[in-house]
């Protein structure tokens, strides 16, 4: 058989719902959220999210979700199983995927970065500024300083374009071995 015909199906009704759940909160609803409302207008920006999230979002949503059980393939397979024409809509869906596991990714490896930095002897290393700066005014300044010289590596200039942060390659490197490794072993591997 092929790959894809020896997929690991779900068991329980509450692991679809959590795996429904998972699939439809995921970070940027907790941090880019509020950030939207705040800055559209607070309350009068719920009206018009609250219109486009019945109108367009739950349909789309349960058509997606409908269309891979019925069909058990993935999003080009299940959108030509309505029409081949609207394979493109699985592949745009794709696209779609792929250019959000490049943010979850990339904030995964500074998770990875931090997580491997405090892991010192003594204090950690954002904790207080070094002696030979004059940056560090207030004692908050510290965790400021290190994000800015430590972390990020910027500069005073524009012009002046650093080399690789190896270090913070290697976190991107692992964030996404790690997502290969639950993406090609499935659910087993994840202990599901």
């Not at 058989?1 to 997929?7: E, N």
Request: charged share 10%; net charge positive.
């Amino acid at each position: 058989k092929q790959w894809y015909q020896r997929r690991v199906r779900g068991g329980a009704k509450t692991e679809y719902m959590l795996a429904l759940i998972g699939y439809a909160v995921g970070i940027g609803n907790i941090w880019r959220f509020p950030y939207l409302c705040h800055r559209y207008g607070g309350g009068s920006f719920l009206i018009p999210y609250i219109i486009m999230l019945f109108v367009m979002g739950i349909p789309m949503f349960c058509l997606e979700t409908c269309l891979g059980q019925l069909t058990n393939k993935g999003a080009p397979g299940a959108f030509a199983a309505m029409h081949p024409w609207f394979r493109g809509i699985g592949y745009a869906a794709m696209v779609v995927d792929l250019m959000c596991s490049y943010y979850y990714n990339s904030i995964i490896m500074w998770v990875l970065r931090y997580f491997f930095s405090s892991f010192t002897f003594g204090d950690l290393p954002w904790a207080e500024c070094p002696l030979n700066t004059t940056c560090c005014v207030h004692p908050d300044n510290s965790t400021i300083y290190y994000w800015y010289f430590e972390a990020v590596k910027s500069s005073n200039s524009i012009n002046i374009v650093g080399g690789i942060d190896w270090y913070l390659f290697g976190c991107l490197v692992a964030a996404w071995v790690i997502c290969f490794l639950c993406m090609c072993k499935g659910k087993p591997y994840l202990g599901c």
